[in-house]
């Protein structure tokens, strides 16, 4: 983030972007991309450009250029790109888009950090990841397109850039928020930081509830309000503009080890760790980490409406104690006998149901391990409570999906409606329902045994009183009719 520029050597450049494997390896990704090329200077060339042939890398290089950048879109013809150009022109020239989280700090073990908590976060959803240095003090997660699903709520998923692109990076930032705090404060005293950063104790915590806790990303950027269409990121394999260092791929399970020696011209190995490989990559294999994530940003909107005091969703009231199983909705009742597909879907729809049916977490972690019991293939114990741990760890009270959320309970079959689910938009309204309706069921009850023989003699006598009534004012229209 400082302004630094290294002593680059242009021939070392040269050198370098002679080799054969770097120039395939950045023609590779540049593939149906915009590309852009950057000076010593730091001056960008023209735009749109790309890049067809691996001899492009080499006169460019022969030019000067130190830098190439690539798009995150993919385009049918970059060339047709043109500033000023509509969001729907735009649209029709998209055929997809990977996601890429730049990960930034002054400080590389902060960025080291949480890229090692987003990586793992990924992989939570069994998403495809692969990761590269930035070349400077930072690194670029990569998740490629191949593996999203073809909508999203309706909507095709490449139309839906830069939106979904920064929802599923908020959604990830405010799932290792408190990871990550942790991990600084492990490393770092507040003090350190400060010191460090130069920044204000003010400026690096956050009010939380009633006491101040430190806000990671007062340290750590992750990219979110900044991704925009037609968002360059630095190539793999291309030299950094400001240290001479080599974008490089990083071996993820190696992160918090990785050395910035190790990305100097003369010590990049290309080809060792994939970056953004899409061979072998199952289509629709981050859909849930979408569905996941696009349900987060609604309940953040809801949560900022009712901050401001606008909010016009139904008011969660948790119920002092646990409700009963018998009162549950048939879906609900569907999903504990056990699931083949849609299991990580069903955790979430199962913990906040319960948590909104009054169920401790201690409660709703057991009947969780019986469920996953009954499934046809178990989760793992550590996929299971990692998103109760999530949620216990939050502690919000929000509804399960609606009953209409195509992603959920439609999606997987669960939906099996009797003749009350009709009237209701959510799980949790059936049980409020069913539960009335016992209550109200058990007062009549109560109010039948507590009549008296004389009390039930008097409502017998006012019953045939009001039938007799009824018979005279009929008859009397009768004889009314007649001439």
């Keep these: 983030m400082g302004d630094e520029i290294a002593k680059i050597d242009m021939d070392k450049v040269l050198e370098y972007y002679s080799r054969e494997d770097v120039q395939e390896a950045i023609l590779s990704l540049a593939e149906n991309r915009e590309i852009a090329v950057r000076y010593p200077n730091l001056s960008y060339g023209k735009r749109p450009d790309m890049l067809q042939y691996k001899s492009d890398i080499l006169e460019l290089a022969k030019q000067g250029v130190l830098t190439f950048d690539v798009s995150e879109e993919r385009w049918s013809n970059p060339l047709h790109l043109a500033s000023g150009m509509r969001r729907s022109e735009l649209d029709s020239l998209r055929i997809g888009w990977d996601l890429i989280l730049d990960i930034d700090s002054d400080n590389l073990e902060l960025s080291k950090l949480a890229t090692d908590l987003i990586i793992k976060a990924l992989e939570y959803y ?68 400060q010191e460090e950063s130069g920044k204000q104790f003010e400026e690096l915590v956050e009010q939380n509830e009633d006491e101040k806790k430190l806000n990671p990303f007062s340290l750590v950027d992750i990219d979110t309000i900044l991704i925009s269409s037609r968002h360059l990121f630095r190539s793999v394999y291309s030299i950094n503009q400001k240290t001479g260092l080599v974008s490089a791929p990083v071996d993820k399970e190696k992160i918090l080890l990785f050395d910035p020696d190790d990305a100097t011209i003369d010590k990049t190995e290309v080809g ?161 329902i069913r539960l009335k309706q016992q209550i109200n069921s058990e007062k009549q009850q109560k109010s039948k045994r507590k009549l008296t023989e004389e009390q039930k003699q008097r409502i017998k006598e006012t019953r045939e009183k009001q039938k007799a009534f009824k018979e005279k004012m009929k008859k009397k229209r009768e004889e009314s009719k007649q001439p």
């Design 126 to 193: 069994d998403v495809p990841v692969t990761v590269k240095f930035s070349g400077r003090a930072g690194f670029h997660i990569a998740v490629p397109y191949e593996s999203f699903p073809d909508a999203i709520e309706g909507k095709e998923t490449r139309l839906l850039f830069p939106e979904a692109a920064r929802i599923v990076a908020a959604y990830l930032a405010d799932m290792i928020k408190e990871q990550l705090s942790a991990a600084i404060l492990q490393k770092y005293s507040i003090k350190q930081l």
């Design 272 to 432: 060792k760790i994939p970056f953004l490989n899409r061979t072998n990559i199952k289509s629709n294999q981050a859909r849930q980490l979408f569905v996941q994530a696009f349900d987060w940003a609604k309940q953040a909107k809801v949560k900022e409406e009712e901050q401001k005091g606008i909010s016009k969703d139904e008011k969660v009231d948790i119920p002092a104690e646990a409700i009963e199983e018998k009162y549950f909705p048939p879906c609900i009742k569907h999903i504990l006998e056990g699931l083949e597909d849609g299991r990580k879907r069903a955790v979430f729809i199962l913990i906040n149901f319960l948590v909104c049916c009054g169920w401790s977490y201690d409660q709703i972690e057991k009947r969780l391990l019986e469920w996953n019991e009954n499934n046809r293939e178990p989760l793992t114990h550590t996929t299971l409570l990692s998103q109760l741990r999530y949620a216990r760890q939050k502690n919000r009270k929000v509804l399960p999906p609606n009953c209409d959320n195509k992603t959920y309970l439609l999606d997987m079959r669960a939906c099996h409606p009797d003749s009350l689910c009709g009237k209701i938009k959510n799980p949790v309204n059936y049980v409020k």
